[in-house]
């Protein structure tokens, strides 16, 4: 059983169209997250969801909309899409949300290459 | 100044070499320090948490230097499988708020 599974792994769209990538973890984790890994390879953190509510949201587009309907679910929504957008994602969840333990560790999922035409 | 910086490599190596990566963060604060692998068009996945005091796993060294912000990796006896990109990760603050620096790239060839 995949333990942080994302779909669709690859999605190519048209500039200004509405998308949506979906997220589910099975490891019974408090806290996922959305991170972004551009065409320079820096993975940065997007937004975090600790039991359905947003602890983290990093300096991003008001285009990009997380959902979290569940602790086991966390849904990226992006709007009117634009070039700059093109990048790979991964969903990530992790046990503990308050002070990182330096035992705790981020459990990725296998990343959605999006593409931008 | 990036919060997290690397050498970008790629770092090309005989198997049996021993090959150091090293990595500085900018933040003073940060508390928790990690070492992760990302093979090419994978996922991230944890290597190993670095202690203050230094820590090993195998052929695997870790070292911190808190006074100059610095963090080590040390990989003895390589092999063609530790070919991937690893990523120097700090945590800023509370809530898991990982930084991950852009990675060291490591060729191992026969």
């Known amino acids: 059983d995949t333990a942080v599974s994302q779909t669709p792994k690859y999605l190519v769209t048209q500039m200004g169209n509405d998308k949506s990538i979906k997220c589910e973890q099975n490891l019974g984790h408090d806290t996922m997250y959305w991170y972004k890994q551009d065409s320079k390879k820096f993975l940065k953190i997007m937004f975090s969801?600790?039991?359905?509510?947003?602890?983290i949201n990093e300096t991003v587009p008001n285009r990009f909309s997380p959902k979290s309907p569940d602790k086991a679910h966390l849904n990226l929504h992006i709007n009117s899409l634009e070039l700059g957008d093109s990048a790979v994602y991964f969903c990530?969840?992790?046990?503990?949300?308050?002070?990182?333990?330096?035992?705790?560790?981020?459990?990725f999922g296998s990343g959605t290459q999006l593409s931008v035409l | 100044r990036k919060e997290v910086e690397q050498d970008p490599g790629p770092f090309n190596v005989p198997e049996g070499a021993t090959v150091a990566f090293n990595c500085t963060y900018s933040n003073s604060a940060s508390q928790s320090f990690f070492w992760y692998r990302q093979d090419c068009r994978k996922e991230p996945k944890l290597l190993m948490s670095v202690y203050s005091s230094g820590n090993e796993d195998g052929r695997f060294t870790a070292q911190l230097n808190r006074a100059s912000q610095y963090i080590s990796l040390l990989i003895r006896d390589s092999k063609l499988s530790d070919s991937a990109t690893y990523l120097c990760v700090v945590s800023r603050g509370g809530y898991n708020k990982l930084i991950f620096g852009a990675g060291t790239r490591l060729a191992v060839h026969p």
């Open positions: 990530a969840s992790s046990q503990v949300a308050g002070r990182l333990e330096t035992n705790e560790k981020l459990f």
């Open positions: 969801y600790n039991n359905k509510e947003l602890i």
